[in-house]
């Protein structure tokens, strides 16, 4: 190793700067979040450092900066790029101030390195000054790790380390109950908002640490939307609880892309709709959650878009709610916006829709049961989950209540996916267009004027091509045998 990681203490000492650009306001930034104060020598500061101004503890000196200005500093940055930053280098090891001149590693007694800034919680990542580049990749993956809230959990846990002092005496079993605490329920509920929840968790596992009774450990569900199909599209806090879940439950709307994110020993149970077979009853999901919670594992429900639109997901959590299983839910990106975002068809428009309605085509036992009142409103746009089977009579509906058979009409299959395809056509053409293409779903319809912006805002280009309203080759494959456009089960 060659550098000693250390975390200084600088809260109310003198640090020096000099530079006036980017550089050197990140560090004058970094030096004031730590409480220095910092005196910054810099003819005329760049607009960088506009927002610091109004910091007390900044002191700016329109001018070079000299020897005798590094008395009583601890840390001085050398940022001006010029002779100067050896003469500030010269004048720092004479004054015995630790120096850091930017890109010359041989004026420098220490790193500045990436962090990551959860306060109090700081991550800081260095290669030695080998690759900035590299520290700053692995830096961003951290930030997706640790959830904004993890300063706060250490600040909560720090709350009550007196407390855990006091009733458990060895190091070992405190180590133990802390790394329960931090990878358990207590941080879950915590992380989850519930501060109570979390306290009086924290407070009974350490009454059984103390009496020596080893609890059961308390199961838990995390109902995840993993979005249309995209990886790219989860949210953090989703990629993090996958990362956690000790199984995952996933129906057929989750594609591999998604599952490959999970934990890789995760046990894994499809609850999907298999080609010729029939679904597992929402009941029995909802048995299995509860299930597998009680037998103390954390629980991964994974559900394609978002699991509270079209997706059952409140009646998932209602049977839990009914057990008492602390569960937290997870929004996803949903078809609606997924799919139209990458076919370049925005849902409002100032020119075109003023609303938007998301509505399911598939009514109970197949039948359409829409509420054409609602779906015939102009200026809007409606966006229908579940209609592939019952396109026609969507449109014959909207036609024989008097829409302009002109009405733009966009399917999307497979939305975000490699294999996105995009079917345009009128209310009078959709039904043999859609037929033509062949297309299997799962697919959004979107209806609206706002489908004509797509001629100018497509961006999304999948390896087979974007179909416009002249497709008819009907050569896409399924990404589940047996048609995936069915009603959640
Ligand atoms: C049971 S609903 C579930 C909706 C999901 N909860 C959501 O928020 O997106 C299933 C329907 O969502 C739509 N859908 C889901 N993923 C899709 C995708 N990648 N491309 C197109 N449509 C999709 C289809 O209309 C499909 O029939």
């Known amino acids: 190793m060659d550098h000693l990681p250390v975390f200084l203490d600088i809260k109310g000492k003198k640090v020096?700067?000099?530079?006036?650009?980017?550089?050197?306001?990140?560090?004058?930034?970094?030096?004031?979040?730590a409480g220095a104060i910092v005196h910054l020598f810099a003819s005329e500061p760049g607009s960088d450092f506009d927002a610091l101004k109004a910091s007390d503890s900044l002191i700016i000196h329109n001018r070079d900066c000299q020897p005798s200005d590094l008395e009583d500093a601890v840390v001085a940055w050398g940022c001006v790029g010029d002779k100067s930053d050896q003469a500030l280098a010269?004048?720092?090891?004479?004054?015995?101030?630790?120096?850091?001149?930017?890109?010359?590693?041989?004026?420098?007694?220490?790193?500045?390195p990436s962090i990551v800034d959860r306060d109090p919680l700081i991550v800081a990542v260095s290669t030695g000054g080998t690759s900035p580049i590299l520290a700053r990749t692995i830096r961003a993956r951290l930030e997706v790790m640790l959830p904004a809230t993890y300063g706060d959990l250490a600040r909560f846990a720090g709350g009550f380390r007196d407390k855990v002092m006091d009733k458990l005496k060895s190091g070992s079993s405190r180590l133990r109950f802390w790394?329960?605490?931090?990878?358990?329920?207590?941080?879950e509920l915590f992380l989850a908002g519930d501060i109570d929840g979390a306290s009086t968790q924290l407070k009974s596992e350490l009454e059984a640490a103390a009496s020596g009774k080893q609890r059961p450990r308390l199961g838990e569900v995390y109902l995840v939307g993993g979005g249309p199909g995209d990886p790219d599209l989860l949210t953090f806090r989703a990629l993090r609880l996958m990362q956690l879940a000790d199984v995952v439950v996933y129906d057929r709307l989750v594609g591999d892309g998604i599952l490959n994110m999970v934990r890789r020993d995760a046990e894994r149970i499809y609850v999907g709709k298999m080609p010729k077979n029939h679904a597992v009853p929402q009941e029995e999901i909802s048995q299995i959650l509860v299930r597998l919670a009680k037998q103390g594992k954390r629980v991964l429900r994974l559900k394609g878009g978002d699991p509270f639109i079209f997706g059952r997901g409140g009646e998932e959590i209602e049977a839990l709610a009914a057990e008492q299983i602390p569960f937290q839910v997870v929004p996803g990106i949903t078809a609606a916006s997924g799919c139209s975002s990458y076919a370049g068809i925005p849902l409002t428009h100032r020119d075109h829709a003023q609303a938007c309605v998301f509505t399911t085509a598939h009514g109970r036992d197949g039948v359409l049961d829409v509420d054409w009142d609602v779906l015939l409103r102009p200026n809007q746009t409606v966006a229908v989950y579940m209609g592939l089977s019952n396109t026609s009579h969507l449109c014959r509906g909207f036609l024989a209540r008097g829409a302009d058979p002109e009405l733009p009409v966009a399917v999307i299959d497979n939305g975000t996916r490699p294999n996105q395809k995009v079917v345009v056509a009128t209310l009078a053409t959709m039904c043999d267009k859609v037929e033509a293409s062949g297309?299997?779903?799962?697919?959004?319809?979107?209806?609206?004027?706002?489908?004509?912006?797509?001629?100018?805002?497509?961006?999304?280009n999948t390896k087979m091509g974007s179909m416009h309203s002249d497709y008819a080759s009907g050569e896409?494959?399924?990404?589940?045998p047996?048609?995936?456009?069915?009603?959640?089960?």
């Open 482 to 489: 047996g048609g995936t456009d069915q009603p959640p089960t």
């Open 16 to 33: 020096v700067v000099t530079g006036a650009g980017t550089i050197a306001a990140r560090r004058a930034e970094r030096a004031l979040s």
């Open 90 to 112: 010269d004048a720092a090891r004479t004054s015995k101030t630790l120096i850091n001149v930017a890109d010359e590693p041989e004026n420098c007694d220490f790193i500045t």
């Open 179 to 187: 790394e329960t605490v931090t990878t358990g329920p207590v941080a």
């Open 476 to 480: 896409i494959k399924d990404w589940m």
């Open 439 to 460: 297309i299997k779903g799962p697919a959004m319809i979107i209806i609206g004027t706002v489908v004509n912006l797509r001629d100018k805002l497509a961006w999304y």
